[in-house]
């Protein structure tokens, strides 16, 4: 009997980690569909694997309407499943009010959102690489669920932006020329403040 509750008991914890540990640690509160992830190092896990930006939705899903008309005319529609599928990871970072998250996933949708630096209020969508980098963002609940996809497509269009070693090289030489510009002209001003105290104690001598 007891073994049958322990093999019932490892196959219940089986069940409820591949429920859930696709988006959430255990007792987080899950996105809109199974396909949002509401964990970043998860996300980020998967968009490393897969190569795709993760696309970071910031939302007041229980009291912000913009948010509840966007999760009703696009996130859980058909069409933006199929196109999230195929170019994005999902990543859902909430605050609701009736039921409000736990302590330790409401601290990690701070942090998260901090370090991305996402602003405009909610709801905001800020598509980014996996390493941080911003590709572009929409603010609002308004557009249609046509106008919503043409504005992440156009987003996903754009290069992410790379750094430029001949600049980063001219900026340190400039910064070298400078620093040895000002230690030299400090050099000289205080060089000449030297000759006019010497000239100064000269005139008294003379006059003396």
Request: charged share 25%.
């Given at each position: 009997?007891?073994?049958?509750?322990?093999?019932?008991?490892?196959?219940?914890?089986?069940?409820?980690?591949?429920?859930?540990?696709?988006?959430?640690?255990?007792?987080?509160?899950?996105?809109?569909?199974?396909?949002?992830?509401?964990?970043?190092?998860?996300?980020?896990?998967?968009?490393?694997?897969?190569?795709?930006?993760?696309?970071?939705?910031?939302?007041?899903?229980?009291?912000c309407g913009w948010c509840?008309?966007?999760?009703?005319?696009?996130?859980?529609?058909?069409?933006?499943?199929?196109?999230?599928?195929?170019?994005?990871?999902?990543?859902?970072?909430?605050?609701p009010r009736r039921d409000?998250?736990?302590?330790?996933?409401?601290?990690?949708?701070?942090?998260?959102?901090?370090?991305?630096?996402?602003?405009?209020?909610?709801?905001?969508?800020?598509?980014?690489?996996?390493?941080?980098?911003?590709?572009?963002?929409?603010c609002g609940g308004g557009?249609?669920?046509?106008?919503?996809?043409?504005?992440?497509?156009?987003?996903?269009?754009?290069?992410?932006?790379?750094?430029?070693?001949?600049?980063?090289?001219?900026?340190?030489?400039?910064?070298?020329?400078?620093?040895?510009?000002?230690?030299?002209?400090?050099?000289?001003?205080?060089?000449?403040?030297?000759?006019?105290?010497?000239?100064?104690?000269?005139?008294?001598?003379?006059?003396?």
């Amino acid at each position: 009997m007891k073994k049958a509750f322990l093999t019932l008991a490892m196959m219940a914890s089986s069940l409820v980690q591949a429920a859930g540990g696709r988006f959430n640690d255990s007792g987080w509160q899950p996105g809109p569909s199974s396909a949002w992830f509401v964990n970043w190092d998860k996300a980020a896990s998967e968009a490393k694997k897969s190569g795709k930006p993760i696309f970071v939705l910031k939302t007041g899903s229980d009291w912000c309407g913009w948010c509840i008309r966007l999760r009703k005319n696009v996130l859980t529609r058909p069409e933006f499943e199929k196109f999230a599928k195929k170019n994005l990871v999902l990543l859902y970072l909430d605050s609701p009010r009736r039921d409000p998250l736990g302590e330790a996933q409401r601290r990690h949708n701070q942090q998260v959102s901090q370090r991305l630096s996402l602003g405009c209020g909610v709801p905001n969508a800020t598509v980014v690489t996996v390493d941080g980098q911003k590709l572009g963002n929409i603010c609002g609940g308004g557009l249609s669920l046509d106008d919503y996809l043409q504005k992440i497509r156009e987003i996903l269009d754009r290069k992410p932006p790379k750094t430029d070693e001949k600049a980063v090289s001219m900026q340190r030489r400039v910064g070298c020329k400078t620093s040895q510009t000002v230690v030299g002209t400090k050099r000289q001003a205080s060089g000449m403040a030297e000759r006019r105290r010497q000239a100064a104690a000269e005139r008294k001598r003379l006059s003396d």
